[in-house]
């Protein structure tokens, strides 16, 4: 929501400035992003008069001129076709900056004569889009003085975030009655503001309109006036600068004051022109299929669930979010219907998001403009159409009724203490409330005012007396502590969740947040999603994402794009499955692993084992005991075949899945080159419950560990870590530890068969082994090998 300083002032009587009127808004919620001053960089452009104007000699199209700007003549040389000797525009000296492009002026020769500065036109200094000529002034402008003071462009303009909860501050208006409740200032009476002598309706000699609404959900109030004998030209200049300022293109009175009052009082409207109709016009639901062309341009087709205003012949207007190009006005515009109607917020937001239609219009009406305002709104603009545009104004059609119910809230003072936390006397709670528009009878029933829909109990009144208040007096409490620092309250998954985290950061792997919605195309790439939302922020972010891989791909894919060499992304969050979600841990690794250099030349790719060696390590950061996990096969149809596998606590339990992505999944995501990712599924992590027992203090073994090789032939397709853990699994009592060091196949081994060789390492506890008790072992091991059909090499 943006406005100037001065447009703010028309509805509030303060001597605040910008930055007084910034700390106002953030102490009482309202957060300002930005304070804009179009003068500051336009500081350096003054007035000057041309004293002479000569062709230039190289230059058909171009004249040296004589500029005096306040010091000695100054020569430049221009382009612009009403540069004269005489004239009054505006210069820029050199070192000024061109606001339009950025371009530092300096002395330079052009065409072999030099210049020292620029004479300026609109355009080049972003005050409208007329790029012609050079600025003309009136011949009282004063030699000199910097062109943005005489100009009155000295006015900051402020950004606010308005929360979606806000509505009533979607306007100046609303802005303002914040600012004046928080004792900023006072706010101005509205027929004032528009220096109306009230805010009656317009009394019309004329027919009222022929409108009617036959769709109360989506159109419940549908008011309308016409005005004849219109003149459509240009508004005032005040309303263009008011307009501009806020960066919005001043396009003709009419447009132009529907705009005008959409911004200043939150208040949409629309204008027909009335020789484009064709019969009465309505309210309704649209046909499945039926087209309008909008004011964009576009021609949008439509369904039964969405309101439209139309004729007898067509649909001219997609109801409360934008107007239709073959009813809108133009120059030639002699008669007109001014529509007021009130929209239902979810209906609009709906539609909205079915057409991926986004307008100032939609973003009031789905937050719920006043339901109340319909017949002041409609005096206003009626008021200005007949002010600046002249003709004469009918009687008004008030088809249906908007819902105004007034809504009566139980409130106890002391619950702002309980709630809030801050101590208000009641008087002081009652005399917030009132600057606020509420209604409060003595036995404390509210009742909220019509704009303000957001206010539905009694936490939200808390909410408005806290923020008057100012959200920077709650004090900060510390909750009360039975004893002793408090105790931690993370349970067992969250502590597992952190360790990843942790872990994953520390291996240089950079975490990413996405969104928890795909679009139907990411989502079928990993066997289609489960989920749909029925009201998604947009069509293609609609599908609750069924695994974290594709917005990690699609991160991966952007940072390639943008010329980054190496990739290394990770995320925790939830994917959706058709019974519950599952916490999972996932991460892509993608481009170089190590970067080309002087033995090999080229650089080094990821490949399987390095995507296993993170899914190894982030295990073991959550607590379980990798060198006992099966690996299989079958990860899943998005992984390659033959360079991925899954880790599993036992045939059933999966806890990862890993390897390099399938080349046509790769090349739906357009990554090239080898991709490898994994997935951890946090949820399949038993968690150890407490048992209150603390871990007996780590001994050192007192004698000195012994190693033994062994090696065993066994059939090619058996998996050496199966091998690993058979053998380590055989005696736990000895056996500590087990390396798979050497694997062979080729001259000596039968086709079909390979070599593993190992190294056991077993640790004595009382004494040292014998003979005897290695002989033992060693059976047990060979035993242990033989269950997988491996045969002591010999």
Same mark, same amino acid.
């Given at each position: 929501?943006?406005?100037?300083?001065s447009w703010l002032k028309e509805h509030l009587d303060t001597e605040a400035d910008?930055?007084?009127?910034?700390?106002?808004?953030?102490?009482?919620?309202?957060?300002?992003?930005?304070?804009?001053?179009?003068?500051?960089?336009?500081?350096?452009?003054?007035?000057?008069?041309?004293?002479?104007?000569?062709?230039?000699?190289?230059?058909?199209?171009?004249?040296?001129?004589?500029?005096?700007?306040?010091?000695?003549?100054?020569?430049?040389?221009?382009?612009? +076709?009403?540069? *004269?000797?005489?004239?009054?525009?505006?210069?820029?000296?050199?070192?000024?900056?061109?606001?339009?492009?950025?371009?530092?002026?300096?002395?330079?020769?052009?065409?072999?004569?030099?210049?020292?500065?620029?004479?300026?036109?609109?355009?080049?200094?972003?005050?409208?889009?007329?790029?012609?000529?050079?600025?003309?002034?009136?011949?009282?402008? +004063?030699?000199?003085?910097?062109?943005?003071k005489w100009a009155g462009l000295d006015d900051p303009v402020i950004d606010v975030?308005?929360?979606?909860?806000?509505?009533?501050?979607?306007?100046? *208006?609303?802005?303002?009655?914040?600012?004046?409740?928080?004792?900023?200032?006072?706010?101005?009476?509205?027929?004032?503001?528009?220096?109306?002598?009230?805010?009656?309706?317009?009394?019309?000699?004329?027919?009222?309109?022929?409108?009617?609404?036959?769709?109360?959900?989506?159109?419940?109030?549908?008011?309308?006036?016409?005005?004849?004998?219109?003149?459509?030209?240009?508004?005032?200049?005040?309303?263009?600068?008011?307009?501009?300022?806020?960066?919005?293109?001043?396009?003709?009175?009419?447009?132009?004051?529907?705009?005008?009052?959409?911004?200043?009082?939150?208040?949409?409207?629309?204008?027909?022109?009335?020789?484009?109709?064709?019969?009465?016009?309505?309210?309704?639901?649209?046909?499945?299929?039926?087209?309008?062309?909008?004011?964009?341009?576009?021609?949008?087709?439509?369904?039964?669930?969405?309101?439209?205003?139309?004729?007898?012949?067509?649909?001219?207007?997609?109801?409360?979010?934008?107007?239709?190009?073959?009813?809108?006005?133009?120059?030639?515009?002699?008669?007109?219907?001014?529509?007021?109607?009130?929209?239902?917020?979810?209906?609009?937001?709906?539609?909205?998001?079915?057409?991926?239609?986004?307008?100032?219009?939609?973003?009031?009406?789905?937050?719920?403009?006043?339901?109340?305002?319909?017949?002041?709104?409609?005096?206003?603009?009626?008021?200005?159409?007949?002010?600046?545009?002249?003709?004469?104004?009918?009687?008004?059609?008030?088809?249906?009724?908007?819902?105004?119910?007034?809504?009566?809230?139980?409130?106890?003072?002391?619950?702002?203490?309980?709630?809030?936390?801050?101590?208000?006397?009641?008087?002081?709670?009652?005399?917030?409330?009132?600057?606020?528009?509420?209604?409060?009878?003595?036995?404390?029933?509210?009742?909220?005012?019509?704009?303000?829909?957001?206010?539905?109990?009694?936490?939200?009144?808390?909410?408005?007396?806290? *923020?008057?208040?100012?959200?920077?007096?709650?004090?900060?409490?510390?909750?009360?502590?039975?004893?002793?620092?408090?105790?931690?309250?993370?349970?067992?998954?969250?502590?597992?969740?952190?360790?990843?985290?942790?872990?994953?950061?520390?291996?240089?792997?950079?975490?990413?947040?996405?969104?928890?919605?795909?679009?139907?195309?990411?989502?079928?790439?990993?066997?289609?999603?489960?989920?749909?939302?029925?009201?998604?922020?947009?069509?293609?972010?609609?599908?609750?994402?069924?695994?974290?891989?594709?917005?990690?791909?699609?991160?991966?894919?952007?940072?390639?794009?943008?010329?980054?060499?190496?990739?290394?992304?990770?995320?925790?969050?939830?994917?959706?499955?058709?019974?519950?979600?599952?916490?999972?841990?996932?991460?892509?690794?993608?481009?170089?692993?190590?970067? *080309?250099?002087?033995?090999?030349?080229?650089?080094?790719?990821?490949?399987?084992?390095?995507?296993?060696?993170?899914?190894?390590?982030?295990?073991?950061?959550?607590?379980?005991?990798?060198?006992?996990?099966?690996?299989?096969?079958?990860?899943?149809?998005?992984?390659?075949?033959?360079?991925?596998?899954?880790?599993?606590?036992? +045939?059933k339990n999966i806890l990862a899945a890993f390897g390099a992505l399938h080349p046509?999944?790769?090349?739906?995501?357009?990554?090239?080159?080898?991709?490898?990712?994994?997935?951890?599924?946090?949820?399949?992590?038993?968690?150890?419950?407490?048992?209150?027992?603390?871990?007996?203090?780590?001994?050192?073994?007192?004698?000195?560990?012994?190693?033994?090789?062994?090696?065993?032939?066994?059939?090619?397709?058996?998996?050496?870590?199966?091998?690993?853990?058979?053998?380590?699994?055989?005696?736990?009592?000895?056996?500590?530890?087990?390396?798979?060091?050497?694997?062979?196949?080729?001259?000596?081994?039968?086709?079909?068969?390979?070599?593993?060789?190992?190294?056991?390492?077993?640790?004595?506890?009382?004494?040292?082994?014998?003979?005897?008790?290695?002989?033992?072992?060693?059976?047990?091991?060979?035993?242990?090998?033989?269950?997988?059909?491996?045969?002591?090499?010999?």
């Amino acid at each position: 929501m943006k406005f100037s300083l001065s447009w703010l002032k028309e509805h509030l009587d303060t001597e605040a400035d910008a930055q007084g009127v910034a700390d106002v808004l953030n102490r009482i919620g309202h957060e300002v992003e930005s304070i804009d001053n179009p003068a500051e960089k336009l500081s350096a452009f003054r007035i000057a008069r041309v004293l002479t104007a000569a062709p230039h000699p190289q230059a058909d199209k171009l004249q040296v001129l004589s500029v005096e700007a306040g010091g000695e003549p100054l020569q430049v040389v221009c382009g612009a +076709p009403n540069a *004269r000797a005489g004239m009054l525009g505006v210069f820029g000296p050199a070192g000024a900056v061109v606001p339009a492009n950025g371009m530092v002026l300096k002395v330079a020769a052009i065409r072999g004569v030099e210049s020292n500065g620029m004479m300026c036109s609109i355009a080049e200094l972003e005050l409208g889009d007329d790029h012609d000529g050079i600025i003309e002034l009136p011949d009282d402008a +004063p030699v000199g003085q910097v062109y943005a003071k005489w100009a009155g462009l000295d006015d900051p303009v402020i950004d606010v975030s308005i929360t979606p909860n806000r509505q009533d501050c979607m306007g100046v *208006r609303g802005i303002a009655r914040d600012l004046a409740a928080a004792g900023l200032g006072k706010l101005r009476p509205l027929h004032e503001v528009y220096r109306f002598d009230s805010l009656a309706p317009v009394a019309g000699d004329g027919p009222a309109p022929d409108v009617a609404t036959q769709d109360p959900e989506g159109c419940p109030a549908f008011y309308a006036q016409a005005v004849s004998g219109v003149v459509n030209g240009p508004a005032p200049q005040w309303m263009r600068d008011r307009l501009h300022a806020i960066g919005q293109k001043p396009i003709s009175a009419l447009v132009d004051i529907t705009n005008f009052v959409s911004i200043d009082l939150g208040r949409p409207l629309h204008v027909y022109d009335r020789a484009k109709l064709s019969g009465s016009l309505v309210a309704r639901k649209a046909t499945d299929g039926e087209e309008v062309l909008a004011l964009n341009g576009k021609t949008y087709t439509l369904d039964s669930s969405m309101t439209v205003i139309a004729d007898d012949s067509m649909v001219h207007d997609i109801g409360g979010i934008m107007g239709g190009e073959h009813s809108g006005v133009s120059e030639g515009t002699s008669d007109v219907l001014i529509e007021c109607a009130f929209f239902t917020p979810e209906h609009i937001a709906r539609t909205g998001q079915k057409l991926t239609l986004t307008s100032d219009a939609r973003q009031r009406f789905e937050r719920g403009v006043d339901p109340a305002f319909l017949d002041d709104g409609l005096a206003i603009a009626t008021n200005l159409v007949i002010a600046i545009c002249g003709g004469q104004a009918s009687a008004i059609t008030r088809a249906g009724s908007p819902p105004v119910a007034p809504r009566n809230i139980s409130y106890d003072p002391q619950h702002c203490l309980r709630l809030g936390g801050v101590s208000v006397a009641p008087d002081n709670q009652r005399n917030i409330l009132e600057r606020l528009g509420f209604l409060v009878t003595p036995d404390w029933h509210v009742t909220p005012p019509s704009w303000r829909r957001d206010v539905e109990g009694s936490a939200d009144i808390v909410e408005e007396v806290v *923020r008057m208040v100012g959200l920077d007096n709650v004090p900060s409490t510390p909750l009360p502590r039975d004893e002793g620092v408090a105790k931690p309250t993370a349970t067992p998954m969250q502590k597992i969740e952190r360790k990843v985290r942790r872990t994953a950061a520390a291996r240089g792997l950079n975490e990413a947040i996405n969104w928890s919605f795909l679009p139907e195309k990411e989502a079928a790439a990993f066997g289609g999603g489960h989920w749909s939302l029925a009201n998604p922020i947009s069509e293609d972010m609609k599908v609750m994402r069924p695994s974290l891989l594709p917005g990690l791909l699609s991160a991966a894919q952007r940072n390639m794009n943008r010329g980054a060499s190496s990739v290394g992304l990770f995320e925790i969050g939830r994917r959706y499955l058709p019974d519950s979600e599952k916490l999972t841990a996932a991460f892509v690794l993608s481009g170089d692993k190590a970067q *080309r250099d002087w033995a090999s030349g080229k650089a080094t790719k990821f490949d399987a084992f390095d995507a296993k060696a993170e899914v190894q390590a982030l295990l073991s950061a959550a607590g379980v005991a990798v060198d006992t996990l099966m690996v299989m096969g079958d990860a899943g149809a998005h992984y390659h075949p033959g360079q991925s596998a899954t880790l599993r606590m036992g +045939p059933k339990n999966i806890l990862a899945a890993f390897g390099a992505l399938h080349p046509v999944t790769a090349k739906a995501f357009d990554l090239d080159g080898p991709v490898m990712a994994a997935e951890i599924f946090l949820d399949a992590i038993p968690v150890k419950k407490p048992t209150g027992f603390m871990r007996t203090a780590f001994t050192p073994p007192a004698l000195q560990a012994v190693t033994r090789d062994f090696a065993f032939l066994v059939a090619a397709d058996v998996a050496s870590g199966d091998l690993v853990r058979a053998i380590k699994g055989c005696d736990k009592d000895n056996i500590v530890a087990v390396r798979l060091f050497d694997l062979f196949a080729g001259q000596g081994v039968a086709e079909g068969q390979k070599s593993l060789a190992v190294e056991v390492t077993l640790q004595p506890l009382d004494k040292s082994y014998g003979d005897e008790d290695l002989k033992a072992i060693s059976d047990r091991v060979i035993a242990a090998a033989a269950k997988l059909g491996g045969v002591l090499r010999g």
